[in-house]
């Protein structure tokens, strides 16, 4: 029988191409916000390819009987049953490494924003005020101390790039051992969280969302952080109470931030999340550049292909 890929969100074309060379295609990226018709394609589908939006769950999976192997357009699995995949035998392919260098040139833009305070007064100098006593006292980037919650590959890549600017780095992962060589290599200082956070001038979140993570920043967290830290999330919503952040942010305890992820996505038209010039909000694209989805897609066309043709 002819094998079916189901493609649920976005995916560069060129890749679906590839995809089609072996398989009968059926990509539709408006497929994740209309869960009927995608409960419907799977019934001969031996393939689901998805972003983070799809659930990959009981559900999903009791309509996919044929359902042998998902590429995720993506590195985080929390959208994804790995356990029930495990059960059924069902592989899953992250996109490891295809979207590093998008987000870790996200983190130090945003750095460079948040430290610096003064790119967001257009609306100010063309009406004709000209506020530069206030945007005087901006920060430099070097000198200053990045800490790096989660320290695998998107965070080690943050790393190199925050030391050429002459940034100090700072590192909490108990997955990493004080021994590995990664210390060495990397010259980041090896911290537990309560220290990386009370040292720390800019915070930025790589860690997979689990039951110990969640609200792994919360405000007892965020009240050890310097006053004019400033944190950024490019990891998974759920890490980060936002609650407690929007409250050091009104409470001036915080000199800034940016989420690029949250706990409900998308996020609602009435949401708690306040209109401040001193918190960055953007729709879950920090690993989404041009160049990173031609390689995540690519990277997932190539394994999901390379499983068929192996079967």
């Not at 952080?225 to 990891?235: E, G, R």
Request: hydrophobic share 45%; aromatic share 4%; glycine share 8%.
């Amino acid at each position: 029988m002819t094998n079916t890929i189901v493609i649920s969100e976005f995916m560069d074309e060129p890749a679906v191409e590839r995809l089609r060379q072996i398989a009968q295609v059926d990509y539709r990226p408006e497929l994740v916000d209309n869960q009927e018709a995608l409960l419907q394609s799977l019934a001969n589908a031996t393939a689901l390819i998805v972003r983070n939006r799809t659930q990959v769950n009981a559900q999903l999976l009791a309509h996919a009987p044929r359902l042998q192997v998902v590429g995720r357009l993506g590195v985080g699995l929390d959208n994804i049953d790995m356990d029930l995949c495990a059960d059924k035998g069902i592989t899953v392919y992250p996109a490891v490494g295809a979207n590093a260098q998008a987000v870790a040139e996200y983190v130090i833009a945003t750095t460079f924003v948040l430290l610096r305070g003064a790119y967001l007064a257009s609306a100010q100098v063309t009406a004709g005020k000209w506020p530069r006593p206030q945007l005087s006292n901006g920060l430099e980037v070097a000198g200053r101390t990045l800490g790096l919650v989660g320290f695998g590959g998107i965070g080690q890549l943050t790393a190199r790039l925050a030391s050429a600017l002459g940034m100090k780095i700072a590192a909490y992962d108990p997955m990493i051992n004080s021994d590995s060589p990664i210390w060495a290599g990397t010259g980041a200082m090896q911290m537990s969280l309560d220290e990386l956070l009370q040292h720390s001038d800019v915070v930025s979140l790589h860690t997979p969302l689990t039951k110990e993570t969640r609200h792994l920043i919360n405000a007892s967290r965020i009240a050890r952080m310097k006053a004019q830290a400033v944190l950024i999330n490019t990891s998974r919503g759920g890490i980060v109470d936002e609650q407690a952040l929007v409250a050091a942010l009104q409470a001036g305890k915080l000199l800034g931030a940016a989420l690029d992820v949250f706990e409900d996505e998308p996020v609602k038209a009435k949401n708690s999340l306040p209109d401040m010039p001193n918190l960055i909000l953007t729709p879950h694209i920090a690993g989404l550049t041009q160049e990173a989805n031609e390689r995540v897609s690519g990277v997932i066309a190539e394994k999901v292909m390379g499983y068929l043709e192996g079967k």
